[in-house]
């Protein structure tokens, strides 16, 4: 080694950026470390793969009040006039999460309920089928996504997680940090303090900010102006270490060595900054280990760490910066609230061309995933009845604003694509959000007229003509220019019971058999699937036991299906298929997005218009069943 060499130069900071990066990237730095981790433990790591819901939540038909449960057939013809009384065998006393066992189907409220002396209870009013019941999956099912690959686990998605039974996670490795003071002056803090002695202090500095941003930081004993005193500690650093952290010796005196050290040891890509304070701040490499030269001044020090050395310990263990703030946005749709009460909505942020869009994220006081979904919160003060729609909110921001315009809107059809869709975006650099509301085909269209989304799924079929959504664009949306891009065929069918235990092979057999059924919301495309099945069969929906009992996914359709609440309900074969239940189909159908032509350029929306050319996406929705890609990122109809 040459003491007296000098590399010290004058790099501008962008280009100091480039160099720096092309190294990293070189040596594949940005390739994180996979380790397991109990979820009780995981509060604030990050997934290294997707994480999905192991059983749903809850995993039992469950009371959602005080009162007794009852069989809502046995009150059909219950009213004032005529009261209905059952006794003691006919129903069963539960209190709020209580199991609701077979036969009983509903749970009427304590407050409605006449009791006498010999236990008979009187009813005046009809129940529905599951009313005030939770059902199995409510709030989460089985196989759904719960965080993707690149998250930061927070309380709330821990929450999550246990409540779907996972225990054990695949989580990115916390970078091994070394930091190593140098310098003969330096004295541990203590220590009495003599002329031209210095207290240490520097590392733990540094230390603290990088325990804050991610990292296991091992501060190394001081280190003596001594070249190869300091070669032995930076090559057993960097031997048991991620990345290593010097502290002074950095500059070009005649006992800074630090810079020459890595010269001759590793691979010196940078030595000097133009910026100031921090101009010293080397960057190099030992092997793949990454080696950040600090200057010794504190304000220095801490300044090119958070220039260079924040970004590495970001950018291996994917964390993204914390930020809190409010924002205004715009509310999608109204949202009542009681008089008297300060209520908290969670929200999901969109930016929809120059409208930042709000849209509650879930409801009821159970739904976990609501809050792992939410972006922020909207507080309704007590003395208001609610917001309107169109209305300007102040939103108190769960997720930092650069997440919140790295996000994508969907609103409409669901689909089991989405949630890969979602996780594909969340592993590019960087990482993109989709947010989809599951709504209905009807309600995207509606959702894309208003300007609240960049794209709606649809598999509305005009039963006139045999074409999927364009006459339904035509007359609703015949001033949005667009485009309809294909996404998938799928097969629609009756999702069963494993083994198909009542040979159910078509809606009339579930009307013949007095079976029951469980159907989607109004304005969802299966909804009108449903009703062409039976127009043409020359069925009424009155006939189907279940025909009003609505979910908003196929995958809850099919959470119902497993649990045992009804014996079938409509979807597609992919639902069916990811809980193990059979699957009796009855129709192929055309999935499609609805593009607006002004976010077709948005780098969110061609991100995922993207994946449809790539072959591992396409492979995954293969792999999931059911779906045919023929057609897959095709125009069928522009306007």
């Not at 006393?93 to 008979?120: C, K, L, R, S």
């Not at 010794?296 to 958070?306: D, E, Q, R």
């Amino acid at each position: 080694m040459k003491p007296d060499t000098v590399y010290l130069s004058n790099t501008p900071l962008s280009e100091a950026r480039t160099l720096w990066h092309e190294a990293l990237n070189a040596g594949g730095f940005f390739s994180p470390k996979t380790v397991k981790a109990a979820v009780d433990e995981a509060l604030g790591e990050t997934t290294a793969a997707p994480v999905y819901a192991r059983h749903s939540s809850p995993s039992y038909n469950a009371s959602a009040m005080d009162g007794v449960a009852v069989r809502f057939q046995d009150l059909g013809m219950a009213s004032e006039a005529s009261p209905v009384r059952l006794s003691s065998s006919q129903y069963l006393p539960v209190n709020t999460g209580n199991a609701i066992p077979e036969p009983y189907n509903a749970v009427v409220m304590i407050e409605d309920v006449h009791t006498f002396d010999n236990q008979d209870i009187e009813l005046i009013s009809p129940a529905t089928p599951w009313q005030h019941v939770r059902t199995v999956g409510e709030d989460i099912v089985a196989t759904e996504l719960i965080i993707p690959q690149g998250h930061l686990i927070r309380p709330i998605d821990q929450g999550a997680l246990l409540a779907a039974g996972i225990t054990q996670i695949d989580i990115v490795a916390r970078p091994a940090v070394t930091v190593i003071p140098t310098g003969s002056e330096l004295i541990e803090p203590g220590s009495a303090v003599k002329p031209g002695q210095i207290i240490e202090f520097n590392s733990r500095i540094l230390s603290g900010y990088l325990s804050q941003w991610g990292a296991d930081v091992t501060i190394h004993p001081p280190v003596a102006d001594n070249p190869d005193q300091l070669a032995e500690a930076v090559l057993e650093a960097a031997r048991n270490s991620d990345i290593v952290v010097t502290n002074a010796g950095a500059s070009a005196g005649t006992k800074d060595f630090s810079s020459r050290v890595l010269g001759s040891t590793g691979t010196l890509v940078v030595h000097g900054v133009a910026i100031k304070p921090g101009k010293p701040v080397f960057l190099g490499l030992i092997d793949d280990t990454p080696v950040v030269g600090l200057p010794g001044y504190p304000i220095s020090a801490l300044l090119t760490l958070h220039l260079f050395g924040r970004e590495l310990i970001y950018g291996f263990s994917g964390k993204p910066v914390p930020e809190n703030e409010y924002c205004d946005a715009i509310m999608s749709r109204p949202m009542p609230s009681a008089m008297g009460v300060d209520q908290f909505v969670r929200v999901t942020l969109g930016q929809v061309g120059d409208k930042l869009i709000a849209t509650p994220s879930g409801k009821g006081a159970g739904s976990v995933m609501s809050m792992v979904r939410a972006d922020g919160l909207l507080t309704i003060p007590s003395g208001s009845e609610g917001v309107g729609a169109g209305e300007t909110v102040r939103i108190e921001m769960l997720r930092s604003r650069k997440e919140v315009d790295a996000t994508l809107v969907a609103i409409g059809s669901h689909d089991n694509i989405l949630d890969l869709m979602a996780n594909f975006l969340h592993r590019m650099t960087p990482p993109l959000r989709l947010s989809s509301a599951h709504v209905g085909s009807m309600g995207g269209i509606m959702a894309i007229r208003r300007g609240e989304a960049h794209f709606g799924g649809s598999h509305l079929l005009d039963e006139e003509t045999g074409e999927y959504n364009v006459s339904f664009i035509t007359r609703f949306l015949a001033d949005t220019p667009l485009q309809l891009i294909n996404l998938c065929y799928r097969e629609q069918g009756l999702i069963v019971a494993k083994g198909n235990p009542h040979r159910i092979t078509s809606l009339a057999d579930l009307i013949a058999r007095k079976l029951t059924f469980i159907n989607r919301q109004k304005g969802a495309g299966t909804r009108l699937l449903t009703d062409k099945i039976l127009r043409d069969s020359n069925l009424e929906p009155d006939q189907l036991a279940g025909y009003n009992h609505e979910e908003y996914t196929h995958m809850n359709v099919a959470a119902s299906v497993l649990s045992g609440s009804v014996d079938a309900g409509m979807g597609i074969r992919a639902a069916a298929q990811a809980l193990d239940l059979d699957f009796v189909p009855l129709a192929e159908e055309r999935y499609d997005l609805i593009v607006p032509t002004v976010f077709l350029d948005d780098a969110r929306m061609k991100a995922a218009l993207d994946l449809m050319n790539n072959d591992s996406f396409k492979t995954r929705i293969e792999e999931l069943g059911g779906y045919n890609l023929r057609d897959c990122g095709s125009v069928m109809y522009q306007h």
